[in-house]
DNA sequence: CAGATAGGTGATAACGATTATCGTTATGTC
DNA sequence: GACATAACGATAATCGTTATCACCTATCTG
């Protein structure tokens, strides 16, 4: 049903086109540096779309949401508590031990998400007293 | 140097009375119920300093932050998005591969969360068609 | 082509959880 | 008791996100 519009190739194009994971605002801020001004609720309605679609990925943080690229292998995030750096990372036994664990509990799962904080090599170089 | 007031062991009371997640709003609901009326933003404010005190512990969802018992060892969440009902599990594995994983990438962990979604036993009963 | 239908768009209001502000109040210390 | 420090409560403010509503656009059907 959700159709594939113009803009949302356009953001489509943009998260595909690096590594980051951008929250709306982000996109917005990139839509209009290209000279294609947006607005937010339509960012905010393309998002949903896109990601209902499988088209791109997401991350929940403590304060916002977060979108990546979906082309790649499911994998969970590190999140650098101080400089906001966002690591990938995968880990297929974790993976299966999930499954397992749920399993267990009764639970048909449908998703999971695992955010681990701490800091990245630079800060935590940065902190030593 | 934050102070375990009597509306603060009051909050840690409920909380450590039942093993249910706790909202902010739920809590306040409680106390009212309890007849000790208390403000929301002393409930904020007093579950934050029980959280750093590490008298209670929070998972923090999509839409808002849930507070429970910190007395037991650390457990991660399931959580039914058909009831919201939460289950809770450990798994020692996990943990140490995360362990591996974060000092594979350089990160110095200090902290992580791990939530699964999904129908509980009792939900996926009833969806079935 | 005309009209119908289904979505999409954008400005902006609304929402909901949380935090900040600020005057007041309780607690602890000399 | 007087002063310092932190907590309290009402309420305003913040901020990400969603709802509303009045257009707009594309596609289909005859």
Same mark, same amino acid.
């Given at each position: ?15 595909? $086109?690096? =590594?980051? @994971?951008?929250?709306?605002? !982000? ?8 000279? #294609?001004? *947006? ?33 790649? $292998?499911? =994998?969970? @995030?590190?999140?650098?508590? !101080? ?8 880990? #297929?036994? *974790? ?35």
């Amino acid at each position: 049903m959700a159709k594939l519009t113009t803009q949302r190739q356009a953001l489509l194009d943009i998260i595909n $086109a690096s =590594h980051r @994971h951008w929250d709306a605002d !982000e996109l917005a801020r990139a839509m209009s540096d290209a000279g #294609q001004s *947006i607005g937010i609720a339509t960012v905010y309605r393309g998002l949903a779309a896109l990601e209902s679609q499988g088209l791109i990925d997401s991350i929940q943080l403590a304060d916002k949401k977060r979108y990546e690229r979906a082309d790649k $292998a499911h =994998h969970d @995030h590190m999140v650098c508590t !101080e400089c906001g750096h966002i690591e990938e990372f995968s880990h #297929q036994t *974790i993976e299966q031990l999930q499954l397992a664990a749920a399993h267990e509990k009764g639970f048909t799962l449908t998703g999971h998400q695992l955010v681990m904080f701490g800091l990245c090599h630079q800060c935590a170089k940065g902190s030593e007293s």
